[in-house]
T-cell receptor, first 115, second 114 residues
């Protein structure tokens, strides 16, 4: 049962344009969402997060939007740069009384930014 | 500040063998989580250790076990290896168990079971 879904395995964007990566989830108990970026031969690197009490969080070129009613979040990268080319993972967690910050990951989207 | 390190980088084992993977957490982090990433999939949570105690487990059989040491480094042990255990094993450390504690990942150990 895939609780976090990234339906686009890959995305190609021109340098300078906007990249939009999408993520859907099924578990309404999730209250915290994160995006990680992964380069080959490296571990995932935290990019940006959003709490379920917000609908938008911005950090420089990266903005995450959360639509709780649709159980959907998206990551916008503006402007896209060739160095952004990587696999992007959407992840979610639920705080079960503070016991375990277990992350549930999607399958990832490979972003290729063309110069 | 040293980040999360894992050893070995790559490992080849045969079916039925046992393997131990190691992780050194980032300085000041008392929580270590282990994830398995199969090819084409996202990382899947195996278990978490907090102050040397197991603090949550994912849907993995008991032949996956772990340890955390007083310096907060950790080991993942897998017994009776199966072909499907071939994957990238990621370790992540964090300064606590709250959702809001960012998890820092190591580069992973690539395990191949033949």
């Amino acid at each position: 049962d895939q609780q976090v879904k990234q339906n686009s395995p890959s995305l190609s964007v021109q340098e300078g344009r906007i990249s939009i990566l999408n993520c859907d989830y099924t578990n309404s108990m999730f209250d915290y969402f994160l995006w990680y970026k992964k380069y080959p031969a490296e571990g995932p690197t935290f990019l940006i997060s959003i709490s379920s009490i917000k609908d938008k969080n911005e950090d420089g070129r990266f903005t995450v939007f959360l639509n709780k009613s649709a159980k959907h979040l998206s990551l916008h990268i503006v402007p896209s740069q060739p160095g952004d080319s990587a696999v992007y993972f959407c992840a979610a967690s639920a705080n079960y009384g503070g016991a375990t910050n277990k992350l549930i990951f999607g399958t990832g989207t490979l972003l290729a930014v063309q110069p | 500040e040293t980040g999360v390190t894992q050893s070995p980088t790559h490992l080849i084992k045969t079916r039925g063998q046992q393997v131990t993977l190691r992780c050194s957490s980032q300085s000041g982090h008392n929580t270590v989580s282990w994830y398995q990433q199969a090819l084409g999939q996202g990382p899947q949570f195996i278990f978490q250790y907090y102050r040397e105690e197991e603090n949550g487990r994912g849907n993995f059989p008991p032949r996956f076990s772990g340890l955390q040491f007083p310096n907060y480094s950790s080991e993942l042990n897998v017994n009776a290896l199966e072909l499907d255990d071939s994957a990238l094993y990621l370790c992540a450390s964090s300064p606590g168990t709250s959702d809001y504690n960012e998890q820092f990942f190591g580069p992973g150990t690539r395990l191949t079971v033949l």
